[in-house]
């Protein structure tokens, strides 16, 4: 049976999840763009009949009226838009006061949420070793609002977090069309060790979002896509 979805921005992402959406058993209902949703004045209980959960893929300064908007109509969301988490407490309130469900990550591909556990756990065993400095680094295409991505900084979080404390230097790079490459370095006199995830194209993204989607209908609360992504397989 198939679950009824609404994308919320149809850019290069929207377009792709609606495109791929019926391998995963869902059927868009709904769609809200710049034209239809201005200030979310599109999001209405008439034009989310049937729908029974949200992809939202659109900018940091829409996305958190749009999840407010989409809890108070009942509405369980995946969110992969960006940029927003300072206002996540406050959006966390919003779901779960309105006891519906979000799915949200700096980065919905499976092998970006594998790669990021791969790097923590590489910087827990260099945090015992003093010699070692880290970096990390990132190339998206140029129209990516946000620099450094928040799979950068998740991945920086996540080193911090293993116990390595010293230094570790972000740099970002905008250009082209490049979909996405990060990646972490440990260096010392001796050697250097080099981490690095490519991402060919946005269909992992896209994939990932989709397999949250058919996840998230009918479950209550706020959940990061890491911590789902052994109930996805």
Known sequence: MSVGIAIVGC?????????LAPEYGLEVRAKFTRGNNLHDA???????????????FTTPEAAPDNLRRLASLGINTVCGTTGWFEQLPMIRE???????????SPNFSVGVNVFIETVARAASFFAKYPEYEAWGWEIHHSTKKDAPSGTLKKLAEKIRASGYTRTLT????????????HEIGFDSAADT????????????????????????????????FREILGELS
């Open 94 to 104: 919003a779901i779960l006061g309105a006891k519906t469900a979000l799915v949200y």
């Open 11 to 19: 850019g290069k992402m929207g377009r792709l999840a609606e495109q």
């Open 42 to 56: 599109g999001i209405t209980s008439e034009a989310l009949r049937g729908v029974e959960a949200a992809i939202e």
């Open 193 to 224: 060790i080099t981490l690095r995830h490519t991402a060919r194209n946005r269909e992992g993204f896209a994939r990932g979002a989709l397999r949250a989607a058919r996840w998230v209908a009918g479950k209550k609360g706020v959940f990061e």
């Open 170 to 181: 972000l740099t970002a790079n905008r250009a082209g069309a490049h979909p996405g490459t």
